[in-house]
């Protein structure tokens, strides 16, 4: 082992985060003096505020002013201040490692494995989980759990108001939370007790969303929450795409739990029915708890409430990935089969980050081993032997958390002890892999990585077993049930040792490794987070503490070594990666984690519907627990980019476009050279420039209309073509004078512009993608023939065009004077006739209200119905007559 190092100084948005979250706080900011190292807030903004580091220069009553590491002098409040007990990371390194071994039964245990934590602390070979960094040794208050799950609420409103207390009081002292919806009765469901009906699962869900918002843990962060529901619940189309409606679920991840015999159902095309438990049953409000298959099991009544086929739920559960990177999904079934825990405690919901599924008041128990620390320079190598001896002490350090911890709720501590759940995994990995010259994705990679982790794992569970030898087995420790998940399967053919310890001596912890993101952290110590790739090499990080401009250290170090010379091929950001890269390392991974990972597969902006379908599917078929992607610029804000804020000429036009030039040029700017300065913006062409580039209409132009129903009612589309492609297109959707027509005229002018702008020729193409897909306040069919909005009716428009005119160029045929092409309608999903209506079932004509909806101005949904003479909504109940 290394030898303990003292004054490590941090510096930068690292020192900026070990102050802000992490270093034991002053609760008593009015004790701040003259000298004292603080963080001072200097720009109050409720989402993205700003914070510096900088030392009390003056203080006059409450009135302090501060000259920051830039030399700023801030004048402050002292409750604006962060004030800190530890200044330094070995103050801190010496807090955890006493209040760690301070659960080991004798004085000289004690004393041994003090010394002991603290050689692995040193120098962030291992960094704990934020909750203890911030929270052993410094509050007895504070949970040392990072994430918990909660139970699936009670299918009552007594029963949802519970699970948002417990919620609370888990997030209010430092912990994030996942919850199962699957247990709540799906919209428009009979409640007998209030005769009416449910607002559903989903809209409970936004309660909890909500709720998240308002907590601020400790000033610096705010509450985790993930929301997750099941394949066959009835809620869950309107679970997928509740992000696309604005304000509904706002502080929360979704995921969607999948089965096997769902994703059977997807490669196969079968139908697939959502059902809910008989409400009636007498015993449904004690037995019920969200488990399908338990009240299956146990012979009682299940509800079909529809059935569709599954290719159409998947299908919109990518589109919306696509969209906006959720829903994630978890294959709940598969994660359940290989789970240790299976003979005992089903996992039904992931922790915020999805990298821990938990049962019910399971917990995170999270710790990363820094793997930059172990490069062997001279073997030119991993430092085997030390990576052993530091995997080892981590794992009893992770387990004497255990007993530390507070436990703030009987059931958290029931389970915990039942199951004794630790989750270590690593850091740095990128950054290891450069000093080793292994490109990061490649073939080499997978079979380094398969050589790690397996490594690791081993390390691991040997010191489990001896640690049960020791101290004793998890209190459900069953040897025989415990070998036969498909984790310790996969275990014992590799590695027989392990399993002879655990026949002979026993298991410490019912699971040992988790993969979780380690953003701040890893951020803090200086290295690649938890098993991802660098982002880029030079990028800018938003977050709470405020704007800040990174560059990779080793990166930065190989320039300077070779001037002039280009990052060679090993040095890979997550933009460099093909997305099924991405997924092939984390399934390498995956193989050697008892639990899940945290792993985002980073696509480029014109990353393809198809394609995410593709990136999914592999997911499921290389064993991986769960998968999510990120698509470049799919959400309005980043927490990561590549371009700072000041180079971005934004208008409105572009804050509105989720396609804009600015997020292709950001995903095109995370190349292995991102460490070059940013491209300048070139000056607008002049008028005359722009006159000769534009394509003026002849009199006489010929195209096809298109009839395409929409969430706004029928649109005809008119598409026209010049030169044999398209270059105008006329829209008529909503009665004249209703801000539907206005928008959808201005959509048709601005397109129009658009092609007939320039000579390059992938201009249909380019306006497919971008109008492709836009959501608005609801949507129409399912599968191919959904329509999101006019935008996407467009798209879908175009799209046919362009075919219908290559295969008339095909066939020679001549071009007619006027053709008019149907696209078949889609009846709205819910469109069932009214009686005596005339409507006989099938599509009918139930379009009356849809042709005249509006955009109502109370809540901006697609829901103002025109009824004689009168405008009122549908969907918030604002009216408007004359």
């Known amino acids: 082992m290394s030898t303990v190092q003292r004054n490590q100084r941090l510096e930068g948005l690292s020192e900026k985060i070990f102050l802000d979250r992490y270093a034991w706080k002053d609760a008593d900011t009015n004790n701040a003096k003259v000298g004292d190292v603080v963080l001072v807030l200097t720009k109050d903004d409720p989402k993205f505020p700003t914070k510096e580091v900088g030392e009390i220069v003056e203080r006059s009553g409450r009135t302090v002013t501060v000259k920051t590491r830039s030399g700023q002098l801030v004048e402050s409040d002292v409750e604006k201040l962060t004030l800190n ?33 603290r050689s692995i602390l040193d120098d962030w070979k291992l960094v704990p989980g934020g909750r203890i960094a911030a929270g052993a040794g410094a509050s007895d208050e504070l949970t040392l759990f990072n994430c918990y799950v909660i139970p699936s609420p009670k299918d009552s409103r007594g029963g949802i108001m519970e699970t948002l207390s417990e919620m609370t009081e888990i997030m209010a002292r430092g912990g994030g939370v996942g919850i199962n919806l699957s247990s709540l009765r799906p919209r ?205 002490y981590s794992v009893r350090f992770l387990d004497n958390v255990i007993d530390k911890t507070p436990y703030h709720f009987p059931e958290n501590e029931a389970n915990q002890k039942k199951e004794r759940r630790v989750g270590l995994g690593t850091m740095g990995l ?77 298991m410490r912890n019912v699971t040992v490794i988790t993969q979780a993101p380690t953003g701040s952290t890893g951020t803090m110590v200086g290295t690649s987070t938890g098993i991802e790739p660098y982002f880029a090499f030079k990028y800018f990080r938003q977050s709470r503490l405020g704007f800040d401009e990174q560059f990779v250290p080793i990166a930065q170090e190989w320039l300077e070594a070779h001037p002039g010379e280009e990052l060679p091929d090993y040095f890979v950001t997550s933009m460099d990666l093909s997305a099924k890269d991405h997924i092939r390392v984390q399934a390498a991974i995956q193989r050697w984690v008892d639990s899940s990972i945290s792993k985002t597969a980073n696509c480029p902006s014109d990353f393809t519907v198809e394609e995410t379908k593709e990136l999914y599917e592999l997911a499921f078929d290389l064993g991986c627990k ?47 050279a991102a460490l070059a300065a940013p491209a300048a913006i070139p000056a607008s062409p002049a008028a005359g420039d722009m006159d000769r580039q534009y394509k003026k209409r002849p009199q006489v132009l010929r195209g096809a209309t298109y009839k395409i129903n929409t969430p706004f009612g029928m649109a005809y589309i008119t598409i026209n073509d010049l030169d044999g492609t398209p270059a105008e297109i006329f829209l008529n959707v909503g009665k004249a004078g209703s801000d539907v027509f206005a928008m959808a005229e201005a959509l048709g002018r601005v397109c129009s512009l658009f092609l007939r ?26 599968g191919a023939n959904r329509v999101e909005s006019i935008a996407d009716a467009v798209a879908k428009a175009l799209e046919t065009h362009a075919q219908n005119n290559a295969a008339e160029e095909h066939a020679h045929a001549p071009i007619a ?47 103002l119905i025109n009824i004689e003479g009168c405008k009122s909504c549908s969907n918030c109940g604002y009216s408007r007559c004359g």
Not at 200 to 224: C, D, K, M, N, P
Not at 842 to 856: K, Y
Request: with cysteine; proline share 4%.
């Open 85 to 117: 007990i530890e200044k330094t990371p070995e103050e801190m390194w010496d807090r955890l490692a006493a209040a760690m071994a301070s659960v080991e039964k004798t004085p000289e245990l004690q004393e041994q494995w003090t010394e002991n934590f």
């Open 188 to 392: 428009r469901a009979i409640v007998k007790g209030v005769n009416g009906s449910s607002s559903g699962s989903v809209s409970w869900g936004g309660l909890f969303s909500y709720t998240t918002g308002l907590i601020e843990q400790g000033g610096s962060r705010r509450g985790a929450l993930m929301l997750m529901m099941n394949d066959w619940h009835p809620d869950v189309l309107d679970f997928i795409t509740v992000k696309q409606t604005m304000g509904q679920v706002t502080n929360a991840n979704l995921s969607v739990c999948v089965s096997n015999d769902f994703m059977k159902a997807v490669k196969e095309d079968l139908d697939w029915e959502l059902v809910f438990p008989d409400t009636t049953d007498a015993d449904y409000d004690d037995v019920w708890d969200g488990d399908l298959a338990k009240w299956k099991a146990a012979g009682r009544k299940v509800i079909p409430y529809r059935t569709v086929k599954a290719r159409e739920i998947w299908q919109i559960i990518i589109e919306s990935a696509w969209k906006s990177a959720e829903p994630g999904v978890v294959f709940m079934e598969y994660y359940n089969q290989m789970s240790n825990s299976w003979y005992f405690n089903p996992i039904i919901c992931t922790n915020p980050c999805g990298e821990q599924g938990l049962p019910a008041w399971g917990v995170c128990n999270l710790s990363a081993v820094n793997l930059s620390k172990f490069y062997d320079e001279e073997k030119h190598d991993v430092a085997w032997e030390e990576l052993s001896q530091v995997t080892r």
């Open 430 to 506: 990128a950054e290891l892999m450069i000093k080793l010259n292994v490109r990061y994705g490649s073939p080499e990679s997978l079979e380094f990585l398969d050589k790690l982790y397996g490594f690791m794992a081993r390390e691991a569970y040997l010191a489990s077993a001896d640690i049960a030898e020791e101290k004793g087995s998890f209190q459900a420790f069953d040897a025989e049930l415990y070998m036969q998940s498909g984790f310790m399967a996969n275990m014992e053919k590799v590695y027989p040792e392990v399993a002879e310890a655990i026949r002979a001596k026993g």
């Open 626 to 672: 769960g998968v999510t992607i990120y698509r470049d610029g799919s959400r309005d804000t980043q927490v990561l980019q590549t371009e700072k804020k000041d180079d971005k000429k934004e208008t409105p036009a572009d804050q509105a476009s989720a396609g804009s030039a600015a997020s292709e040029a950001s995903a095109a700017n995370t190349s292995s």
């Open 757 to 782: 702008y320039g000579d390059h020729g992938n201009k249909v193409e380019l306006l497919i993608k971008h109008l492709k897909g836009i959501g608005g306040s609801g949507a129409i069919g399912f």
């Open 817 to 863: 004077a006027t053709l008019a092409l149907e696209v078949p309608e889609i009846a709205p999903a819910a469109a069932a006739p009214e009686a005596g209506s005339g409507d006989h079932g099938g599509h009918g004509h139930n379009h009356a209200a849809a042709a005249s909806r509006d955009l109502c101005p109370s809540c901006g949904s697609a829901s």
